[in-house]
């Protein structure tokens, strides 16, 4: 295909284009396209009459561009030496402007306005239908309309009781590990706070720490500890091994003192004094806690001689 047939194809794809309203964004890379080829044309082209017949057309090509794409701004004309075009300058096109971004269809839904005409459908009774309790007003959560509720035909299963505990357990081998790794000091004594603040028990302390058995058989040193509940292996293991136990009591104040001291003092309270255990408590526990926390234990009295 001759340069000519080339210009004039381009130009007959131009007015195809414009007829049917097609898209901006193949159009223009159409032009640059054909601009770019035309370009490389003339200038490996040593014929002059080409170079003119171009310059002649392409003011054709620009205007017929022009008539359906957008210029934002205009790119810096090139030299006379560079530009087959002559004194043509070339255009930038957008093909997206900020001012015609919008919602695809469906994509956005207008709320519903009730009782405002009956031009809305929603007018009048707003949906509510013609008189009635449903249409007056509002009833309680859970009414049937006055027959026996769900909540009050099922049974009852169980109960929960008010003086239940709970405790948080820790084995020996586990505080034998922590010893071993140099995290707690087996010559002070050893308190629930002493185990929290070294990981061997959790952040939540609800009624104190339960002393398990569990990996006994790795104490070999004395050790002092004091905690809520310890079961029966777990003592004779520790009084083996020359250390003791002692079953103390705090309420839920007295372990936030025993915790958490530098609460107290930012609030700008004094730390309170330790509670005494309700009477069911009294038999399962052999001291009250001591605030704040201490770092020697007290001797078990022995048994004065009759």
């Known amino acids: 295909m001759s340069l000519l047939e080339s210009i004039v194809y381009a130009n007959e794809l131009i007015r195809m284009h414009r007829d049917a309203n097609a898209q901006q964004l193949p159009l223009v890379r159409f032009h640059r396209a054909v601009f770019g080829v035309l370009a490389i044309r003339v200038n490996s082209s040593e014929r002059e009459r080409d170079a003119q017949m171009l310059?002649?057309?392409?003011?054709?090509?620009?205007?017929?561009?022009?008539?359906?794409?957008?210029?934002?701004?205009?790119?810096?004309?090139?030299?006379?030496?560079?530009?087959?075009?002559?004194?043509?300058?070339?255009?930038?096109?957008?093909?997206?402007?900020?001012?015609?971004?919008?919602?695809?269809?469906?994509?956005?839904?207008?709320?519903?306005?009730?009782?405002?005409?009956?031009?809305?459908?929603?007018?009048?009774?707003?949906?509510?239908?013609?008189?009635?309790?449903?249409a007056r007003g509002t009833h309680k959560f859970g009414f049937e309309g006055g027959q026996t509720p769900m909540r009050r035909r099922?049974?009852?299963?169980?109960?929960?009781?008010?003086?239940?505990?709970?405790?948080?357990p820790v084995g020996l081998g586990k505080i034998?590990?922590?010893?071993?790794?140099?995290?707690?000091?087996?010559?002070?004594?050893?308190?629930?706070?002493?185990?929290?603040?070294?990981?061997a028990i959790g952040k939540q302390i609800r009624d104190g720490v339960r002393l398990m058995g569990r990996g006994s058989e790795h104490i070999q040193w004395p050790i002092h500890l004091e905690v809520s509940r310890v079961t029966v292996r777990a003592k004779e293991a520790v009084e083996a091994a020359g250390g003791s136990v002692r079953k103390v009591y705090y309420n839920e104040l007295g372990f936030r003192a025993l915790l958490k001291p530098e609460?107290?003092?930012?609030?700008?309270?004094?730390?309170?004094?330790?509670?005494?255990?309700?009477?069911?408590?009294?038999?399962?526990?052999?001291?009250?806690?001591?605030?704040?926390?201490?770092?020697?234990?007290?001797?078990?009295s022995s048994p004065s001689p009759a």
């Open 55 to 134: 310059r002649s057309l392409s003011s054709i090509l620009i205007k017929n561009a022009s008539l359906y794409t957008k210029p934002i701004h205009h790119l810096n004309p090139p030299s006379k030496t560079d530009n087959p075009f002559g004194a043509h300058s070339i255009r930038a096109y957008s093909l997206l402007s900020l001012n015609d971004l919008r919602d695809n269809k469906g994509a956005t839904k207008q709320k519903t306005r009730k009782g405002r005409g009956i031009g809305s459908g929603k007018g009048k009774t707003a949906g509510r239908g013609h008189k009635g309790q449903k």
């Open 154 to 168: 099922m049974p009852k299963r169980g109960f929960k009781n008010p003086f239940s505990l709970e405790f948080q």
């Open 176 to 199: 034998a590990r922590l010893i071993n790794a140099g995290k707690i000091d087996s010559s002070e004594l050893i308190t629930m706070k002493t185990l929290k603040d070294t990981g």
């Open 263 to 300: 609460w107290f003092a930012k609030k700008g309270r004094l730390i309170p004094k330790a509670a005494r255990p309700p009477p069911k408590q009294m038999d399962k526990v052999d001291s009250i806690g001591r605030l704040p926390a201490p770092t020697k234990p007290i001797p078990f």
